[in-house]
């Protein structure tokens, strides 16, 4: 999966210009003379040991982090005698390591002296299955346990290598490989690498066929985010509430609402893009898979509730003991940094999502300072240069006959100010003042934290709204959404989508019934809805009215969850305020036939050009699945509009605990590609909107070394109507 370069400006980011044309636009590089032609340490013919593969191998960076990878080139171009070289990852020149020993094309052009240029050598090497050249990867698997690894064969996710040229292509490849005892075995990395007619072909050759789904089914760790930590080991706990931030938890499955921890281990696979996954990467804490966790395991048992150090490393992890003292002062350098004071500006008007989207796509964006970035964000999703409404012309929503984003409207930060601040509330703001001092403080344990926390929550559920207030968002709803009696109540807090804090999954949405009737004073409930067939509220308000689910709302600004991780950020919990992003249901002209979350960067890797996307059947989400349950995970491979797109599924979904794992995919190939192809207009877009999100924007959607992506929540109905939830900046890789 590794050493594609998609363009030349791509490659010049690889290495030392004097390695490079010295035009950016030139067809193809300095060709060197006749006498570098032959035959260099960088271009290796055979690989007789595993020694050998080590010394030319370079750790591997795609989707599993462990193992390590060799380039390979072949020279087709004399079909009757290919010529199989490869590439030496750690070749140096000048103390550098040159883009020949970084990409295949440089390769080809020190070592074989290829004439074309690096588009048309993509061309012939990728895209094509009369292929003149063949480029691809050896790469080491660590599966089942085994303690030899198994060499897999792979290629590029788009190249569309396929049957008898698969079979041609290892079995080069394998002749010059004599490791004694290897197992081999072809990897497809992409759809369309299929091998349904050549499967003896490669059982004689000793190949085995495996897919990448087969590949990480049979790993035995997975790192999904490298790190160290300091704290207590607690294996499989059975009380949330007990974990703090000096603890390393040992999880069975990973729970819904595991608040900071100082790092995480867990024996059943996770979602990638699940927010607890997510909320990792940003915070930067050690997070993986070990399949054979238990509390009895001999790497585990002894350090059992013990201080310890937790490294995550590519290949392995490992466990040593520590002090309390070290602990204390790990967490202490973490919360050393200053108090982040959140920025936001009084504002009194609700506005519908096209009112905020008057403007430019920047101006939009900008509303988030006034109504939080999830309602700016929704303006900005609708406004007429990203998705549009169905009016607008030469808009996505337009060329699919529907609007893509939901109508609805932003109740302003400034609303939740005045709730907390209404003077009959005075009990509720003094819960507050004092709970957030002694936060700040550091005084509180967690379970001092949820008791606290739940006061505050029953405070403003039984609080009352200022004069006119339940009025106006009435009067906005008759407006913007008249006849639509179930609607969304959603969290739009000032602290969330900030620099490396995107908040995401730690605050509560609720259905209300418009026809509800809403008592300005007079207490509200949350219950967890246990029958509830909708995934997108685990909990309810008592009685379902607007006026309760805005409670709900304000109150999940208290959540603990919230809290902790906003104390982890360093973040001033005297500034922060909640706005509401109000939509109708979801489901209310046909029913969720699927969830899709896709994060614009391939995730766990480091440069595999594309996208990762989540998806689950029905309305069971990504973000916060069910237990026993988990989505479709997918890569994307695309770098331009250009270029075939491959999607490799890596794991199939499991829709239902007592469900077994499906063996097809959630959509069709189709669907797939029209929700990219919308992922890819919102990223261009606000890019174009957010000043320093990436240089070239025109090749933002393909670009490997983009310091954040975008993280976009999708339903698909039953109608095959695409609804956008909701998009969000996000800050890990």
């Known amino acids: 999966m590794t050493g594609f370069l998609p363009r030349e400006r791509s490659a010049a980011a690889l290495t030392d210009e004097t390695f490079l044309p010295r035009r950016r636009d030139a067809p193809r590089p300095f060709v060197p003379p006749e006498s570098r032609l032959r035959a260099l340490p960088l271009a290796i013919e055979r690989l007789d040991s595993a020694d050998a593969f080590e010394s030319v191998s370079t750790p591997a960076s795609d989707l599993v982090a462990n193992g390590r990878a060799a380039r390979f080139l072949v020279d087709r171009r004399d079909a009757d005698a290919p010529v199989v070289r490869f590439v030496n990852g750690n070749f140096t020149r000048d103390g550098r390591v040159p883009t020949s020993a970084q990409s295949h094309y440089y390769f080809g052009v020190e070592t074989f002296g290829v004439p074309e240029s690096l588009g048309d050598f993509n061309t012939a090497t990728y895209f094509t299955n009369d292929k003149r050249y063949i480029a691809g990867t050896v790469r080491t698997y660590a599966l089942d346990g085994a303690s030899d690894p198994v060499y897999g064969v792979q290629f590029y996710p788009q190249d569309v290598i396929r049957e008898e040229l698969v079979v041609e292509a290892v079995g080069l490849v ?6 004694a005892g290897a197992r081999f075995a072809f990897v497809s990395t992409g759809s369309q690498q299929t091998t349904a007619t050549v499967g003896p072909q490669l059982a004689a050759l000793g190949v085995d066929d495996l897919s990448i789904d087969r590949i990480l089914g049979g790993i035995r760790y997975l790192p999904l985010n490298a790190g160290e930590a300091w704290g207590h080991l607690r294996i499989f706990p059975t009380d949330g509430d007990d974990l703090a931030a000096t603890d390393i938890p ?46 009895d395991h001999p790497r585990l048992a002894p350090f059992a509730g013990q201080p310890v150090h937790l490294v995550v490393g590519s290949d392995d992890f490992t466990l040593e003991p520590t002090t309390d003292d070290v602990i204390a002062a790990k967490l202490a350098e973490r919360m050393q940094r200053p108090l982040l004071r959140l920025q936001w500006e009084a504002e009194t008007v609700i506005r519908s999502y096209d009112e905020l989207a008057a403007g430019t796509a920047r101006q939009t964006r900008a509303h988030s300072a006034r109504y939080g970035s999830k309602a700016a964000n929704l303006g900005f999703l609708a406004h007429r240069a990203v998705l549009g409404r169905v009016g607008d012309a030469g808009s996505p929503s337009e060329a699919r006959g529907y609007d893509l984003v939901p109508r609805g409207f932003a109740v302003p930060l400034q609303a939740y100010r005045d709730f907390i601040e209404h003077p009959p509330n005075t009990d509720v703001r003094a819960l507050i003042d004092a709970f957030v001092a002694d936060e700040q403080a550091g005084l509180l344990s967690p379970r001092d934290r949820a008791r606290r926390t739940e006061e505050i929550q029953d405070g403003i559920m039984a609080a009352s709204f200022p004069p006119g207030a339940l009025e106006a968002v009435r009067a906005k709803l008759d407006e913007v959404l008249p006849g639509v009696k179930k609607v969304k109540v959603r969290s739009s807090a000032n602290a969330e989508d900030v620099p490396d804090f995107d908040g995401a999954g730690l605050h509560d949405s609720y259905s209300a019934d418009t026809t509800k009737r809403d008592r300005p004073i007079g207490p509200c409930l949350v219950e967890v809805d246990d029958d509830a067939d909708d995934g997108e509220v685990k909990r309810k308000v008592k009685p379902k009215s607007v006026g309760c689910a805005i409670k709900g709302v304000y109150a999940s600004l208290w959540n603990k969850r919230a809290v902790e991780e906003r104390s982890f950020a360093r973040i001033d919990q005297t500034t922060v305020a909640m706005g509401l992003a109000i939509v109708p249901a979801y489901d209310t002209d046909s029913e969720v036939a699927a969830n899709t979350v896709i994060v614009t960067r391939v995730l766990n890797t480091q440069d595999v050009y594309g996208y990762s996307l989540s998806v689950q059947l029905g309305n069971n989400l990504v973000t916060n699945p069910d237990p026993g349950t988990y989505s479709e995970v997918t890569v994307a491979g695309f770098y331009s509009d250009d270029e075939p797109i491959s999607l490799t599924i890596t794991r199939f979904a499991k829709p239902a605990r007592d469900t077994a794992e499906r063996t097809d995919a959630v959509l069709p190939r189709d669907r797939m590609l029209d929700l990219i192809d919308i992922a890819k207009r919102v990223e261009r877009a606000y890019c174009a909107a957010t000043p320093g999100y990436y240089r070239w924007c025109s090749e933002v959607a393909g670009a490997t070394d983009k310091k954040t992506s975008l993280d976009l929540e999708l339903k698909i109905l039953e109608s095959g109507h695409v609804v956008c939830k909701q998009v969000r900046e996000f800050g890990g890789r």
Do not use: W
């Not at 394998?174 to 490791?179: D, H, L, S, V, Y």
């Not at 867990?266 to 915070?283: C, F, M, P």
């Open 250 to 295: 040992v999880f069975d499955e990973l729970p819904l609402d595991l608040s900071v921890v100082a790092g995480v281990l867990t024996r059943a696979v996770q979602d990638t893009n699940s927010h607890v996954n997510l909320k990792s990467k940003e915070r930067r804490t050690p997070n993986a898979v070990f399949r054979d966790a238990s509390p």
């Open 174 to 179: 394998k002749t010059q490989i004599g490791i």
